[in-house]
């Protein structure tokens, strides 16, 4: 069972991925917060400029600092706010970072069975 999503101004259903209410009359700007794990408005807190530098935005819902995730930012399909405010900024969602994490176990293991799988060919052939 899947949780429902709402958004905060108008209390309409919508997609964990929205980045806009689809609501005709609120159309507000959405986020999946990394803090709360739930869809929020947020606000520009802090303006950065620079290449790599990302500006920072705070939940409404929690009040926590957060940054747009690169995959957001690259253009990809995302709306992930990431954890800002400690020593590095992080620069996945937590959404993005555990789909990275998972890729990332699937390659580690298919090259470790083709390793193996070699070694096994070469000594019975």
């Not at 992930?80 to 900024?89: E, F, H, I, K, P």
Request: charged share 20%; net charge positive; glycine share 10%.
């Amino acid at each position: 069972m899947s949780k429902t999503y709402r958004c905060p101004v108008c209390s309409n259903e919508v997609d964990v991925a929205a980045t806009v209410c689809s609501t005709a009359a609120c159309r507000a700007e959405l986020a999946f917060c990394s803090h709360c794990r739930d869809i929020t408005t947020y606000v520009l807190v802090e303006e950065r400029r620079g290449r790599t530098a990302r500006n920072i935005y705070r939940c409404d819902r929690c009040q926590r600092l957060g940054v747009k995730c690169y995959t957001w930012l690259s253009g990809s399909y995302c709306n992930g706010l990431a954890r800002a405010g400690q020593s590095v900024d992080l620069p996945l969602c937590s959404g993005c970072s555990s789909r990275v994490a998972e890729v990332s176990r699937n390659v580690i293991g298919w090259t470790l069975i083709g390793a193996l799988g070699g070694l096994f060919k070469r000594k019975g052939g």
